[in-house]
């Protein structure tokens, strides 16, 4: 068991480390879905999404520019062009999805899913990924997205069935 302090004299218990997925921050376009369960989505003042898809000498290569931004100056921008390739249909899993604002809070996602994996740093994948870029920024994109972060795996995700339950 391991002790931390934290701000404000708070002390933390830990009895193991383990991976999570933490919810940490986001921009939404529907008013209804901002500060959202998680309390951490911002709303989108602008947002724009295109979509393409092209055939050319036997492969289809799917084309997206996702770009959002609140009033508040938080900024995200994605581009990426990717060779389809053979999807695979995974085995139903159960995630829990924790709030980076209120970290005894979580929300159990039941899911399965069709996943085309793009590019993988770690399992290494043929890769598809013709071109990519991503930018963040703004007021707490900026503590999180200074330049250095590394993307880890690009994924197609082509088909979910979801059940989003409370513990």
Do not use: C
């Not at 994605?78 to 995974?90: L, Q, S, T, W």
């Amino acid at each position: 068991m391991e002790s931390r302090s934290g701000a404000r004299d708070r002390t933390v218990w830990f009895t193991s480390w383990a991976n999570v997925q933490l919810v940490i921050g986001g921009l939404t376009e529907d008013p209804a879905d901002a500060p959202g369960p998680f309390g951490v989505y911002l709303l989108a003042t602008t947002h724009t999404v295109q979509r393409s898809t092209s055939s050319s000498t036997g492969s289809i290569l799917d084309s997206q520019d996702w770009v959002f931004a609140a009033a508040s100056g938080e900024h995200l921008e994605m581009h990426i062009k990717f060779e389809r390739g053979v999807a695979n249909k995974g085995n139903p899993a159960e995630i829990r999805f924790y709030s980076a604002k209120n970290p005894t809070f979580y929300q159990i996602s039941k899911q399965e899913q069709v996943l085309d994996i793009l590019r993988n740093v770690t399992t290494t994948p043929p890769d598809r990924v013709k071109e990519f870029s991503f930018k963040a920024s703004g007021s707490s994109f900026a503590r999180l997205f200074d330049g250095t972060e590394k993307v880890l795996s690009w994924d197609n995700i082509l088909w979910i069935n979801r059940s989003v339950l409370l513990p």
